[in-house]
């Protein structure tokens, strides 16, 4: 016969699976010897049955019988006893905490002969009709399913009648009225008068908890989580302890030490002569845990004791929720407590020096997450003249300051002039990638968090707001309008990349030590810190853990970078290389003018002529880049996108001349472009003639870029440097144009060194962005001496969705169904692109044995991703400079919990 | 050690591994006895050997002369003998026949001295200076790869200076000098004499064809038909047997039956007194076997023995070479034999009633692809008034007839207004796409049958003929001529894409016989062929094979149909059921507006009004449809495509607007259409907004069609009928998503069933057609009941290419650099696509025990395709109409050699 129930005193923490989560806390109490109320926990084993058969399993009426007994004579009295009553409370309580499940119904066991009894033992009789008529009501809401506005109408209503505000301004006699109208109310709504017996209680109750298991809310929210739905949930029952018993009760919670900044030293609140629900409603004001200690010194140490025993027992800080009753303290509840980030990192490094737990264990309780919030500056939000335009999407964090500007042009022409602008625009395009250079931060009144402009500027640590639809921007007229406040070009704005929020004026901007830190050094922090001890700890402990992390991992962490100053920054931040630097921005601005002419070319010859005028500037690009590296590999991507988006829009394009015909006004050349934007127009254009496939059509594309990282290298050799360039080939399909490609590049390599004098061994190897590559890598290995995982373009083509196309028009859609529980694009998606790396890495390994594997899409920065990676055998990831020490920290905990403590 | 050399004697045809194709046919007949001239193969180890190591193996060299030793004494000749020289000559013969490598040296053995003794044992003096002439000639040329020209040159010099047209009219003493000036040419090209020793003229024989395997046109081949690069090539080396020794030699080749119409009978050609090249030049008229008969009986009749011998050893037809030496019959090489599709259908048959081979063994051994040749129409031969303009290279079969027109937008033109055209090129490009969609054939002045045209025209199913060279293509003057023939632009032409053939005007188009078979049954194909015994043979014959076939076979095939007429067609070529009806097109024609309601709706009470308009419209599709396919299983695909496809080009339309702007004639409802348009214009559309995604974000639509189908069943249960519709949702990514979709067509079919009292029980499945949804099958097994795999979708996905995009753009590049050997949209990728295919079946179906599962994608009609489908275990193909019998046939083949016989 399956166990169905379990006294709190049989029980431990690690029975979540079976006790959930507040049942497995409570046994473990109880274990410790703390003084939990007695009671047990209906197991989710019955909950199962229940859901399988719809049915309440035989046994478990039976083992619930038995519970109650032992419950009965363990604290003298029985549940209806019209003199001396046990009250229950019920509660339900899965392995993962869910919203949208029944709560709690308290005082169960109360009856129009046991309320007497109530009122007589605790001469209180008022106590005891409040006490009814919140079972009645709990009782009709959460387990009848009647709408709770119909009680507290009723109870609105009496108020009223007796000219009072206050419940519990009160009467035991208006709370007896109050009862019998609420019971009309449950005989009204559900058709059957108030269950009378307690047993019959007790058991409705149960039942509405398993029931409760499968709403639509719950059902919704178990979707998201990715919680399964077959767990089910545990039910507790509880003996009911009274906070409400008069000045020597009362009821509190309280952490073991500060949640918010991680100080030592206990921290709570306590209300004299309340219930649980009293604390949080705010009626009166707490108390502090130092005020408790002067009303009820003897409850005071009871409870200092049984948190330091908590914290002792659980190695971390602990929550815990607790009840006096007439002086004699009771434990309620317990949980491991949540932190902020600052808190998470002093907490994590105290309890070391507690030796209450290794650095290894500190490591893993902390989060690439709380780093990299740690990172951020701030707006000061002590700031008073702050004026809120409008709250949108937070979309890359930050506080940027900066005068309002409407196109790239004019944000490149204020930064140079040494002026910080934020980019204002509808949405962003590739063209204006160098305004968003130029600016501190970008605001867009469109698209989601995965938007162009989100997308580049969480890539280049810009301070990113997008989707703010109220935000109606001109860029004509060179201004923008938010209701009736219009903000014109050159007028300065903050927004905040955290919060969402966009301010009019300048808004003071608080520095972050971590980031002090993290570029300058720990002097350097400690310094700034000054006298503030709360971030000299916090610095210290941020040192202490990175400096944990950086011994414990075994990934490298690289960067993405795409210039030599990104390059440097990277490197200050603690970049071991840089795993991609993309080649396309090479071909902008004034360059291109170059590339259109490659475009436009009519022979070979012209092509020629104009690939040739590319390669100096490409050179230098990559001298540049590979001084800045010097000793360090760095990765280049060959040319990737399309060549049409080097050239205008189809459709602008395509306007402009129908209407320079009709005027009678053709220019030539745009009737030129226009046809060769024509030819080169495509319908899916991510899935058209790009990458590895645009190199092996269009003579000497690759060849020059080829060329140039050869002659760069040749070049910083001959100055005695240490270059490490390797050329990465992008969007490789099949291994068959990898060999031409790397035929091509060792020609080149051969030739460059035969001019040069210098020794050129440059690796040659590809991105592993397409589903074919990911399952013809063991192939593919063949003429690859590395992989670098494209995880973004692997995500949208397993996934066959673009990136920019659905980000917008169903990804809320999808969040909002459950259908996605985060986008694939933060997160990498495990089961389906997962896999394919997965296979990958294998069959490239086996094929090649020791072959160098990275990545570098934007996973490489996201936590949960790094875990993964190391998981599935990367040497190295790559990610946007900001993101470093986050990749450097998550390695590290990557590196000692390859599974568990801190997952969910 | 290795053995790296083998005499004919010890071999059998079964080594071809090891002996080359050549080398182990020469084995097989010398081992049944057949007069083959003595030798021996050096193996392809040999070759492999010195690939690796880039020397000849020295045991080879040992090896090679006890080989020689043995085969001395076998013919009672020696090597270089100055009186009585043994001749050989040296062949390549790998695995797969390979165009390329070094074909033949002939005569080796010839030096100064043997050609004297030669002369004189041949009492033939020009013979034997002619046969050295040669051996110089051909050594100089594929052994120390001189350029062949120079060498014509010098002969066609001596035939001017001696007043003679033909080789055979030079004189013995012409030739004398003929071999000094060759040997000139040999010192001044090669920089070393012609090598005298006999010896050292075989082994750089043999290191020749050894380099031959790697030469830039071998690899290129190797490269596009997928053949190993580590092969190596075997070596022939054979004793030389002469059929130019006067009237009682010969030469000639011949096959066991006609390999033209499969009629029985041998068949064949046959030249006196010459050597095996000569036939191929065509000098001299042959004699046919019958006059061979007349001049050489015995040799005749020796021939007759061999090759019945071959037959019913090869169980199959063969083709030989053979040589007639004064009298005597040297069998050269023989292999199973090429034949047209309509002699493989009779010869299988035949073979059959012989008693040769089973009737498996029969169906083995013909193709889909030569059904699918059977089944095009073709020009009617007795049309008299046909004018052949010219004969060029057929690309993709059919018989088109149209007006000529000369570019793309002309044929659109055209085509729009209901005229059939065709399209004349020198040769195309991407930007003549579309006006190869509107033509109903394509002819080019270049290009091969791997140019963008062929390639395009193949993908398509178009009519196509290309490098017609002497159509002189005039696209300014639209006109092209031939000779002096000029066609102008609407003047009508004929080509055939099975032969190749240009007509002037209009060639009468007859059904083919097979068509008329599998469309209307034997007894109507026997009355069209009239007396016409081959037609009757071969209808007898595709008959009996393919309802073989149909007993053999395990895969279903049902039909890609998307109207009720395409439904029935379908059914009577044999479809077992619609595995894929789209829905797209009934939101088209006069539906189009509704459609664009839907989308234009501003509120959901807006939108639900055009879709309850347009539910009595697809109800009455799917009516139409349910009744066509009564009791046979009908899959209805949801909508796919992104609704915008429904509105205009956003280009267009951008023009179209901007214009009315300019000419202040604003048409309000196309600026509201451009508005939407806009907003749901997507980069990316094949990646975007469309499938299960469209349905789940706009309300009401799939419910629509869910509902249509759930009522059009109801109407035909009720009226007696047997419909089987199955709901088929695109597109899914997810199990969440199909979850979400399956959960509300239960709901809708509860409702219809309750509304009508029908019982409704229709399976709800999914196309697997997304790299996510075949790597998470197992979980999406979890709420589909079928599956049907879009490798169409599929192939873009996981190679991240359009189709739309790619094809014109680089899919001839890539195919004529060897890295596509045949398109993937042609034939299913097994590395990348076809191994989604097989996780998701495997997964799928261990989630699901016996789920079932088609494929609906193009290769469901493609014979390699459908052979891994059966092998990956699929339950059933479909394809359209016109490729049902062609996977009827391939699916037997598939369920009887699963691997081997056939293949390559």
Redesign the interface.
């Known amino acids: 016969m399956a166990k169905y129930v379990q006294d709190f005193a049989e029980g431990d923490k690690d029975q979540k699976d079976l006790l959930g989560g507040k049942g497995a806390n409570l046994a473990e109490m109880t274990r410790l010897g703390l003084p939990v109320p007695p009671g047990f926990t209906i197991t989710t084993t019955a909950c199962r049955s229940y859901m399988q058969t719809g049915l309440v399993p035989a046994e478990l009426r039976v083992e619930v019988t038995m519970a109650l007994r032992r419950l009965e004579d363990a604290v003298g009295r029985q549940l209806g006893d019209p003199y001396d009553p046990l009250l229950v409370s019920v509660r339900s309580g899965a392995k993962f905490s869910m919203p949208g499940m029944m709560e709690t119904v308290l005082n169960i066991g109360l009856n129009d002969a046991s309320v007497k009894g109530l009122a007589a033992i605790s001469e209180d009789e008022r106590f005891a009709w409040d006490s009814y008529r919140r079972l009645i009501q709990m009782f009709g809401k959460t387990v009848l399913d009647i709408d709770g506005d119909i009680f507290a109408a009723a109870l609105d209503e009496k108020k009223g009648a007796r000219g009072v505000v206050l419940d519990t301004e009160l009467t035991a006699d208006d709370l007896h009225e109050l009862v019998d109208e609420f019971k009309g109310i449950i005989l009204a709504e559900s058709g059957q008068p108030f269950p009378q017996h307690p047993r019959e209680q007790l058991d409705m109750a149960i039942v509405a908890v398993f029931d409760s298991w499968n709403t639509e809310r719950a059902r919704l929210y178990r979707?998201k989580e990715r919680i399964p739905n077959d767990l089910g949930t545990a039910v507790n029952v509880c003996t009911m302890v009274f906070g409400n018993l008069g000045e020597t009760s009362g009821t509190g919670v309280a952490f073991t030490r500060d949640p918010a900044s991680g100080k030592p030293g206990q921290y709570g609140d306590y209300l004299v002569n309340a219930q649980g629900e009293d604390v949080v409603a705010g009626i009166r004001n707490t108390l502090s845990l130092a005020d408790m200690k002067q009303v009820d010194p003897q409850s005071y140490a009871d409870l200092m004791a049984a948190m330091r025993r908590l914290e002792t027992h659980y190695r971390d800080l602990c929550d815990v929720e607790f009840t006096v009753e007439r002086g004699k303290l009771w434990m309620l509840q317990t949980r491991v407590g949540k932190r902020t980030a600052p808190a998470a990192f002093r907490i994590a490094c105290a309890l070391v020096d507690e030796h209450l737990i290794t650095m290894d264990e500190a490591l893993v309780r902390v989060t690439g997450a709380q780093l990299s919030q740690l990172m951020f500056p701030r707006f000061d939000t002590t700031d008073s003249s702050r004026v809120l335009l409008t709250k949108a999407m937070a979309a890359s964090p930050g506080a940027a300051v900066g005068a309002a500007v409407f196109d790239s042009v004019e944000a490149q022409r204020r930064a140079a002039a040494g002026e910080d602008v934020v980019l204002v625009r509808r949405e962003t395009n590739p063209d204006d990638l160098g305004g968003m250079i130029a600016s501190v931060g970008i605001l867009t009144a469109r698209g989601g968090k995965t938007s162009h402009a989100a997308v580049v500027a969480r890539g280049m640590g810009r301070t990113c707001v997008v989707g703010a639809e109220n935000v109606d921007v001109d860029p004509v007229a060179r201004a923008f309008t938010v209701g009736d406040i219009t903000v014109e070009e050159g007028q300065v704005i903050s927004i905040d990349g955290s919060t969402g929020e966009v301010f009019l004026g300048a808004v003071r901007v608080v520095p972050s030590p971590a980031t002090t830190y993290l570029e300058h050094g720990l002097d350097a922090a400690l310094t700034q810190a000054d006298d503030d001890q709360d971030t000299r700890e916090l610095v210290r402990a941020v040192d202490r853990i990175l400096t944990h992390a950086d011994h414990a991992r075994r990934l490298r962490v690289e960067a993405n970078a795409d210039t030599a100053a990104d390059a440097a920054r990277a490197r200050s931040l603690g970049a071991q290389g840089v795993g991609l630097c993309r080649t396309e921005h090479m071909f902008l601005g004034d360059r291109r003018v170059l590339i259109e002419r490659v475009i436009l070319a009519k022979t070979d010859a012209e092509r020629q002529l104009a690939l040739d005028a590319l390669l100096p500037l490409q050179r230098a690009d990559f001298a540049a880049l590979l001084a800045e590296m010097d000793g360090l590999p760095t990765t280049i991507r060959l040319i990737d996108p399309p060549l049409h988006e080097f050239l205008p829009d189809?459709?602008d394009l395509?306007?402009k001349v129908?209407?320079e015909k009709?005027?009678g006004a053709l220019d030539p050349h745009d009737e030129e472009l226009l046809a060769a934007v024509k030819?080169m127009h495509?319908?899916?254009?991510?899935?058209?003639?790009r990458g590895v496939?645009l190199g092996?059509?269009i003579p000497g594309l690759f060849a020059l870029q080829i060329r140039a990282i050869c002659e760069a290298a040749a070049a910083r050799l001959a100055a005695g440097g240490s270059p490490r360039p390797e050329i990465m080939v992008p969007?490789v399909?099949?291994v068959?144009?990898l060999h031409?490609v790397r035929d091509e590049a060792l020609r080149i390599m051969a030739d460059v060194a035969a001019e040069s004098g210098a020794e050129l061994d440059i690796p040659v190897g590809c991105m592993i962005?397409?589903?074919?590559a990911a399952?013809?890598a063991g192939?593919i290995a063949d003429a690859a001496q590395f992989f670098s995982f494209g995880t973004n373009?692997l995500t949208?083509?397993?996934?066959?969705?673009?990136r920019?196309?659905?980000e917008g028009?169903?990804f809320a859609?999808?969040t909002e169904?459950?259908?996605?529980a985060v986008s694939p694009f933060e997160t990498i998606?495990t089961?389906?692109?997962g896999?394919?790396v997965s296979i990958a890495v294998a069959e490239g390994r086996a094929a090649r044995p020791g072959m160098p594997m990275g990545v570098c899409g934007e996973h490489g920065g996201d936590p949960e991703s790094i875990r993964f990676f190391h998981n599935v055998g990367l040497d190295y990831v790559s990610c946007s400079p900001f993101r470093v020490p986050v990749a450097r920290l998550e390695a590290g905990r990557a590196a000692i919990s390859t599974a568990g403590s801190d997952a969910r």
């Open positions: 979707r189809y459709t395509s306007v129908a209407l009709e005027r030819r495509e319908a899916n254009p991510m899935l058209g003639l496939r092996l059509v969007l399909g099949s068959q144009e031409l962005e397409l589903p074919r399952l013809t192939r373009d949208q083509t397993t996934w066959g969705f673009s920019d196309d659905v028009a169903f859609e999808y169904n459950g259908v996605l998606d089961r389906g692109v896999r394919l």
